[in-house]
Each structure stands twice: as structure tokens, then as C-alpha cells.
């Protein structure tokens, strides 16, 4: 009669253990975190070597780069960075400026490009209403080894 007591007071539990799914979702979290700042999603451009102080603007600016062959690239709220042809371009900035009047354009120029061709973006810019143009660098420490 014992042994028909104790198989009534067991029962099997027909429940899932989600507790070694969300270690793994966990790990798997932590490896996106700490491998997407370190995915190169630019275009290798060289910038030119200044002293100016970088700024300190919460908001996420706009960058336009221009390679060494005079491509354009668009990088806008944290995309990836993709080659656009001059017409593209305004029509995307007047899009950005429409949608955010204050907003901040940064133009990474290659130093090997011609200025004439970096000059050229900095009309566009101005047509579709963007005040906010900065143009970017490298400090001249990173490139010449010097502190």
C-alpha cells in the first residue's frame, strides 16, 4: 500500500526550463553589444590633420563623406553609409532639413580629394536650408605620432 501512496504524490511537471534559453539569449546579447562598435561600416577616407577641438553635441549629425575617387557617401541617424550621386543628395538633405530644421551637417573630406570637389557639397547644403556645417579632421597627434 505504500508504494501506491507515493506514486499518487508524484507528479511530473510538464513545464518548460526557460532558464538556460535566457543565459543564452544573454550571451548572445552581450556578444552583439560589445561587436557592433566595432563594425567598420565607413567608407576609408584620410582626413586632414587640424588642431581644432572636437565637438560635444548630443544629437547624431549627418555625415557626408567624399573618398579620395570624389564618391559621395550619406551616413544619416546611425545607417550604414551608401554612395549617392549629387541630385540624391539634395533631395535627401532638404528631406533631413524638413523633417529637423537645427539640423547638423558634418562633411568628412579624404585629403587627398580635391578642395573644389569637398567645396562643391557646401552649396547643396546651403540651398536646402542647413546652417549647422562642420567640416572634420583628425588631430594631428593621431596621424604624426606626437603628443
Known amino acids: 500500500m505504500r508504494?501506491?501512496?507515493?506514486?499518487?504524490k508524484r507528479k511530473l511537471k510538464s513545464e518548460i526550463n526557460v532558464v538556460p534559453y535566457i543565459d543564452v539569449m544573454l550571451?548572445?546579447?552581450?556578444?552583439?553589444?560589445?561587436?557592433?562598435?566595432?563594425?567598420?561600416l565607413g567608407v576609408d577616407i584620410q582626413l586632414p590633420q587640424t588642431n581644432a577641438k572636437s565637438l560635444q553635441d548630443k544629437k547624431d549629425p549627418i555625415v557626408v563623406s567624399?573618398?579620395?575617387n570624389g564618391q559621395i557617401y550619406l551616413t544619416a541617424n546611425g545607417t550604414k553609409r551608401e554612395p549617392v550621386s549629387e541630385d540624391e543628395f539634395r533631395k535627401k538633405v532638404t528631406a533631413f532639413h524638413d523633417a529637423n530644421p537645427?539640423?547638423?551637417v558634418l562633411v568628412a573630406g579624404d585629403q587627398r580629394v580635391g578642395y573644389g570637389k569637398v567645396y562643391s557639397?557646401?552649396?547643396?547644403?546651403?540651398?536646402?536650408?542647413?546652417?549647422?556645417?562642420?567640416?572634420?579632421?583628425?588631430?594631428?597627434?593621431?596621424?604624426?605620432?606626437?603628443?
Open 102 to 104: 537645427e539640423l547638423q
Open 66 to 68: 567624399v573618398d579620395e
Open 3 to 8: 508504494t501506491s501512496y507515493r506514486r499518487q
Open 121 to 147: 557639397i557646401l552649396p547643396i547644403l546651403q540651398e536646402a536650408g542647413v546652417s549647422k556645417i562642420g567640416l572634420m579632421s583628425q588631430p594631428q597627434s593621431a596621424q604624426n605620432g606626437k603628443p
Open 27 to 40: 550571451v548572445l546579447l552581450i556578444i552583439f553589444m560589445v561587436t557592433t562598435p566595432m563594425m567598420n
